[in-house]
């Protein structure tokens, strides 16, 4: 793992505390949504859909840090939407750091660049921007519906570095994933000092647009032992080792979706980030009145067969990385480094072949932008023909100002 030392050892001193407390739900992460508006609209995104006069609506600065000391989980995610279209985001973030907080700053990293040269946020150890990638260049500009999206977060990843951020990005995987390019993406990444990264196999949003992106237990399984095999010895991940196996299909756990609990617009969110089952007031009532046995692999409840989302199960390798056992299984884990697997190998150069990565980038139909700064939308008229089909399934593009 690449965390700093000071916020590995304020995390372990937390779990310890839970542990020694048996407490048996506790949160590690709370999942802040201050708004749902975005500049973007993602095939894979289950948030952007709903109706305008929610997207226009901002949770209060002061909301925010009520629900996080309420919560009192040791990191916090600002999520969405996008948070730097949030007017309050910096008094947001300071807050959080003032209650001694580590924040993650999630964003889709078309503002990033801006906010950065502006000077709206000072580099500071508990705040990291956590960028979204899903591939590398095209790959993610098809994820995301418009081209141009990977050239300019990489712009934006390239300043907040170079001004003293930190700066880690989340990449999630689905059926289009091609591991060799996800690869590339994690080299490109490291070269340009990206702390640390994340993974997670996307979840089957009812609402999103791309229905057929989502992959099945087993096909997330091959994905990620595909790109985790014969690893490089350069990439870094902000992530459990265990979850990282667990992700392979080297070993299983349970869903603890009490580890990220979500609060946004509605209130605590029951069960987790994606189902939307109802709303609590207090996370009081989230921790003690939710049927957590309605939820997870175990449950049976269909919606949850084919998750593998690290919302629901980064925090039960966590969790076990604190028994003697879990401890064992990470050092050995961390030994094996590269998971060096011949037979993957082969897997790996049979995937079938890349997209072509120039097509989105220099006579695809967003290479001039607007003049509102937004990246052009991809069209699956305009797409090129390697994009078009993915492109159909997108949402219909609108630019932030409209909202
Ligand atoms: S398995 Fe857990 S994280 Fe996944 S949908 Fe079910 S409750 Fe949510």
């Not at 969405?80 to 949030?86: A, D, F, N």
């Not at 064992?328 to 072949?353: C, F, M, S």
């Not at 006579?363 to 990246?375: I, N, V």
């Amino acid at each position: 793992m690449s965390l700093p030392l000071a916020q590995t050892l304020s995390l372990s001193r937390y779990l310890l505390a839970q542990r020694l407390r048996r407490r048996r739900r506790y949160p590690v992460v709370l999942m802040l949504e201050p708004l749902f508006r975005c500049n973007l609209t993602c095939a894979g995104c289950g948030k952007v859909q709903y109706p305008t006069h929610l997207l226009r609506t901002e949770m209060p600065a002061q909301t925010c840090l009520e629900a996080a000391a309420e919560c009192g989980a040791p990191i916090v995610s600002i999520a969405g939407g996008e948070p730097l279209l949030h007017p309050e985001i910096r008094r947001i973030v300071d807050g959080l750091i003032a209650q001694k907080r580590w924040v993650y700053l999630c964003s889709n990293g078309v503002l990033l660049e801006d906010a950065v040269e502006e000077g709206r946020f000072e580099p500071n150890k508990r705040l990291s921007f956590l960028l979204h990638l899903d591939g590398s260049g095209e790959e993610h500009d098809r994820s995301v519906c418009r081209a141009g999206v990977y050239d300019r977060v990489m712009a934006g990843i390239r300043a907040a570095v170079k001004k003293g951020h930190r700066v880690t990005t989340s990449t999630t995987l689905y059926q289009t994933s091609n591991p060799r390019r996800v690869r590339e993406l994690f080299d490109e990444l490291m070269e340009v000092g990206v702390e640390g990264m994340t993974l997670s196999a996307g979840y089957d949003f009812p609402t999103a647009a791309d229905q057929k992106a989502f992959l099945r237990r087993q096909e997330t399984q091959r994905l990620f032992r595909a790109v985790l095999s014969n690893r490089s010895r350069s990439w870094r991940f902000n992530q459990s080792p265990l979850f990282l196996e667990f992700l392979m299909g080297l070993r299983d756990y349970e869903c603890s979706p009490w580890s990220n609990p979500t609060y946004n617009l509605f209130g605590w969110q029951i069960p987790c980030f994606f189902l939307q089952d109802g709303y609590v007031d207090t996370f009081r009532e989230l921790i003690e009145e939710t049927p957590w046995q309605e939820y997870g692999r175990a449950s049976g409840n269909p919606r949850c067969q084919s998750c593998m989302v690290h919302i629901g199960y980064e925090g039960a390798a966590t969790q076990h990385m604190l028994s003697l056992k879990g401890l064992a299984l990470t050092l050995r884990a961390l030994a094996r480094g590269r998971y060096i697997d011949p037979g993957q190998q082969a897997i790996l150069e049979a995937w079938e072949k890349p997209a072509r990565r120039e097509a989105a980038r220099s006579d695809g139909p967003g290479a001039a932008e607007p003049a509102s700064g937004a990246p052009a939308a991809v069209t699956a008229a305009t797409a090129p023909a390697d994009l078009a089909a993915t492109v159909a399934t997108c949402s219909p593009a609108e630019p932030s100002k409209s909202l």
